[in-house]
């Protein structure tokens, strides 16, 4: 089944983005002071603005 | 399709004293910029802050950022220096990440040797598809660079404009091609 998803909207003229890619995105967090550095990881959403060509991206749900 | 103009910086990738790749890259820009449905402009790295205390997205600059937010294909101009790419290129470079996804470019090589660059080109490949660009397969190499301009700029081998003129009919073409699907083909 495909979970309908809110379409992100253009920060700068409100229109409904196209979702086109995906981004893994790497995180670097001292811990407590302690090295050598965690690291993390999520997924981000890439999302471009049919209208003005404006890029947004989000943690995918 | 969007009658928005394309947006195609050329990046200089080298800060050298007297370094030749500015004239390669103030050709290239010129090229782009006569052509009809493009803007274009010049990002020197010797006229950017890089800090080296620290590296990646930290150093991000708010206005190269917002150059590569809006390109829809860079162009990259890089001296091979010791068969690699300059380290302050990749230090830039470094510094965004989901500006690039999806967008074209096409890198020219430059080298005083008789090559062209094609090492550093070869080594920046991977460097590119990481980023999320998509890398075109034509190229320029400026071979023995000190012969192809003289040092006031001028250009001495009148071929490159031809080769120029190849290269950027494919980048513009993949431009195109890459913001239709960034704005019109879902990835869902």
Same mark, same amino acid.
């Given at each position: 089944?495909?979970?309908?998803?809110?379409?992100?909207?253009?920060?700068?003229?409100?229109?409904? +983005?196209? *979702?086109?890619?995906?981004?893994?995105?790497?995180?670097?967090?001292?811990?407590? $002071?302690? &090295? @050598?550095?965690?690291? +993390?990881? *999520?997924?981000?959403?890439?999302?471009?603005?049919?209208?003005?060509?404006?890029? $947004?991206? &989000? @943690?995918?749900? | 399709?969007?009658?928005?103009?394309?947006?195609?910086?050329?990046?200089?990738?080298?800060?050298?004293?007297?370094?030749?790749?500015?004239?390669?890259?103030?050709?290239?820009?010129?090229?782009?910029?006569?052509?009809?449905?493009?803007?274009?402009?010049?990002?020197?790295?010797?006229?950017?802050?890089?800090?080296?205390?620290?590296?990646?997205?930290?150093?991000?600059?708010?206005?190269?950022?917002?150059?590569?937010?809006?390109?829809?294909?860079?162009?990259?101009?890089?001296?091979?220096?010791?068969?690699?790419?300059?380290?302050?290129?990749?230090?830039?470079?470094?510094?965004?990440?989901?500006?690039?996804?999806?967008?074209?470019?096409?890198?020219?090589?430059?080298?005083?040797?008789?090559?062209?660059g094609s090492?550093?080109?070869?080594?920046?490949?991977?460097?590119?598809?990481?980023?999320?660009?998509?890398?075109?397969?034509w190229d320029?190499?400026?071979?023995?660079?000190?012969?192809?301009?003289a040092t006031?700029?001028?250009?001495?081998?009148?071929?490159?404009?031809?080769?120029?003129?190849?290269?950027?009919?494919?980048?513009?073409?993949?431009?195109?091609?890459?913001?239709?699907?960034?704005?019109?083909?879902?990835?869902?």
């Amino acid at each position: 089944m495909v979970l309908a998803v809110q379409k992100m909207l253009c920060p700068s003229c409100g229109v409904a +983005m196209n *979702h086109h890619g995906d981004k893994v995105i790497y995180l670097s967090q001292e811990s407590g $002071g302690v &090295r @050598p550095l965690d690291t +993390m990881e *999520h997924l981000d959403e890439i999302h471009a603005c049919p209208n003005c060509g404006g890029m $947004g991206s &989000r @943690p995918t749900e | 399709m969007a009658t928005r103009p394309l947006y195609i910086p050329v990046i200089l990738g080298t800060v050298r004293t007297g370094r030749m790749s500015m004239h390669a890259a103030q050709l290239v820009t010129g090229e782009l910029a006569g052509r009809a449905g493009v803007e274009t402009e010049l990002i020197d790295i010797a006229k950017l802050p890089l800090p080296t205390d620290d590296a990646g997205e930290a150093i991000k600059d708010t206005g190269f950022s917002d150059q590569m937010n809006r390109a829809d294909a860079l162009v990259i101009v890089a001296p091979e220096y010791n068969h690699g790419y300059p380290g302050l290129l990749k230090h830039l470079l470094d510094s965004c990440l989901k500006e690039y996804i999806h967008k074209a470019v096409g890198i020219v090589g430059v080298s005083a040797g008789p090559f062209g660059g094609s090492r550093v080109i070869e080594n920046l490949l991977p460097v590119m598809r990481e980023l999320g660009l998509v890398t075109i397969f034509w190229d320029v190499n400026f071979s023995s660079i000190q012969k192809v301009f003289a040092t006031d700029g001028k250009l001495l081998d009148e071929a490159f404009i031809r080769r120029v003129d190849k290269f950027l009919k494919e980048l513009i073409w993949m431009a195109k091609t890459l913001r239709y699907g960034r704005e019109q083909v879902s990835l869902d």
